[in-house]
């Protein structure tokens, strides 16, 4: 404990000499130190400049309302605690400063026994005071901190849409905690070409996030270097295995849409596979070799896939907060529910897909606290069907 | 959730039970990593996990890492369909030796 600034208030000069020499020992061993005021003004002027613990005051100093003076004290100093001397023994006055705001009292002729076990027992409040007060703004820093790096995540995704040349995205993302672990990328790599990420970190919270920014940084750089998915995650696992002491490691699906050929290519490293929906048909899962999560081994060889786009479908990547939405009882929302209401919504917009699918997991929750992080990218390619010409 | 540790025939067993998502993922890496601390062979049996996400994944992976540096191995057994497909689905099942119970994997080192 560290020492305890004492201020007592008291016009008679001799009250000085009595509490040096009553708690000498104390004071030798840096438990408390007294500073002593005998009026008013002397009082205000050294708590402003100097912060004290508890502060000692006779009721009844000349020309002073007491019990007033502490009420405002109270009011300006919340972490400063008071004990009031009263020589009258009167149980009204000390009723009356309790109310305004003393801690505690003391009455004269002063026991000094009873005193120090009342200073010890003040000073002790004071302290848990100091430390809740110390919590609370450390917390509140932590919380201020978790905004910052969900804004900061929030700023390098690139945003919900995307519409060009038939092309048509939309991308959410909904944190459980206040900083996911999810990421989405999708950006141009030619007039033609379009890289689409989907992505899911270990964990949440700001190490997932750091994680997470390292890895979209890499995939989004070496996209530009590498024009095969496969190859560029090949890259990307190197890289994140050689500075990832913590293992850490993200699953994610890199793809690009060639809007020559009609064609996604796309590569997996341990991520749940791309859901394809056909008008009149039922979804179908993309099967292909799921690699590993980056950053867990330098000997993983990652293998492009191909799919072809048909007019009129859509496809859908995600993270296993989808499927794996929870009730309250534990059931998940499962890809039977998930695959229904894509079926039932095939024809909308990717936006309007979007919020079916957010407001039916929201619907099978039913109030249960949301475990991990939900991300969705629905991208629709408008082919113009070539007639037939025999 | 809860960790069981025992030790079976020179193996340390670990049996969770419950979710194993990130709320509960810190309470299991400690109990974990400390029983794969000294020991060679570990088992974590599965039958009693609801669920894994990816942090209870990623706790599996250190687990393994400090059991193969040390020269040990870690099995997973007792998996049931639905934990599987997650290790299946992630590639896990590639890295990490799944057995179907703890009497075939002594069989495996005997």
């Not at chain 1, 004269?108 to 120090?116: A, Q, S, T, V, Y």
């Not at chain 2, 992976?61 to 997973?76: F, S, Y």
Request: overall charge negative.
């Amino acid at each position: 404990m560290t020492e305890v600034n004492v201020l007592v208030l008291d016009d008679d000069k001799d009250t000085q000499d009595l509490f040096q020499q009553k708690f000498r020992h104390k004071i030798m061993g840096g438990t408390y130190k007294f500073s002593f005021a005998t009026c008013l003004d002397e009082t205000i002027n050294m708590l402003r400049y100097q912060p004290f613990e508890i502060f000692v005051s006779d009721i009844n100093v000349n020309g002073m309302d007491g019990i007033g003076f502490i009420s405002q004290l109270r009011k300006q100093y919340p972490l400063m605690k008071s004990v009031v001397i009263s020589a009258y023994g009167d149980i009204n006055t000390l009723r009356a400063a309790m109310r305004g705001g003393a801690h505690d009292f003391v009455i004269k002729p002063i026991d000094f026994n009873d005193f120090e076990k009342t200073l010890d027992k003040t000073a002790y409040v004071v302290e848990q005071l100091k430390l809740a007060e110390a919590t609370s703004q450390k917390l509140s820093a932590i919380s201020d901190e978790l905004d910052v790096s969900a804004q900061l995540q929030k700023s390098i995704l690139p945003g919900n849409s995307l519409k060009k040349g038939g092309v048509e995205i939309w991308a959410d993302t909904i944190p459980a905690a206040e900083v996911g672990g999810d990421f989405y990328d999708f950006f141009w790599l030619s007039e033609t070409r379009l890289g689409i990420v989907m992505a899911d970190v270990s964990g949440k919270n700001v190490s997932a996030a750091m994680f997470a920014l390292i890895a979209k940084t890499l995939i989004k750089s070496f996209s530009r270097i590498y024009s095969s998915p496969a190859e560029c995650f090949d890259n990307v696992n190197r890289t994140l295995y050689n500075e990832n002491a913590a293992s850490m490691f993200v699953t994610a699906i890199y793809g690009i849409v060639d809007m020559e050929e009609k064609k996604l290519i796309y590569t997996n490293a341990g991520h749940l596979p791309i859901i394809v929906v056909r008008p009149g048909q039922p979804p179908e899962l993309l099967e292909c070799d799921p690699g590993l999560p980056l950053g867990i081994s330098e000997d993983v060889i990652f293998v492009n896939s191909t799919h072809e786009f048909a007019p009129g479908e859509f496809i859908m990547l995600y993270t296993d907060g989808v499927p794996e939405a929870a009730d309250k009882n534990g059931n998940e929302y499962d890809y039977e529910r998930f695959n229904d209401v894509l079926q039932k919504n095939a024809t909308l917009p990717p936006s309007l897909l979007t919020t079916a699918l957010i407001e039916s997991i929201r619907k099978f929750a039913g109030g249960a606290s949301q475990s991990d992080d939900i991300t969705t990218l629905c991208l629709k390619y408008r082919l113009r069907v070539t007639p037939n010409v025999n | 959730m809860e960790v069981k540790t025992s030790t079976q025939d020179g193996v340390t067993l670990v049996v969770p039970v419950g979710r194993v998502d990130s709320s509960t993922a810190k309470a299991f890496e400690d109990e974990v990593m400390k029983a794969a601390n000294g020991n060679t062979k570990m088992a974590i049996q599965f039958d009693k996990v609801d669920y894994i996400s990816s942090a209870g994944l990623r706790v599996i992976l250190m687990a393994g890492k400090k059991l193969t540096a040390a020269k040990g191995e870690l099995v997973l057994i007792n998996m049931p369909d639905k934990i599987f497909s997650v290790f299946k689905v992630s590639g896990f099942d590639k890295i990490i030796k799944i057995c179907p119970n703890f009497e075939e994997y002594k069989q495996s080192f005997n």
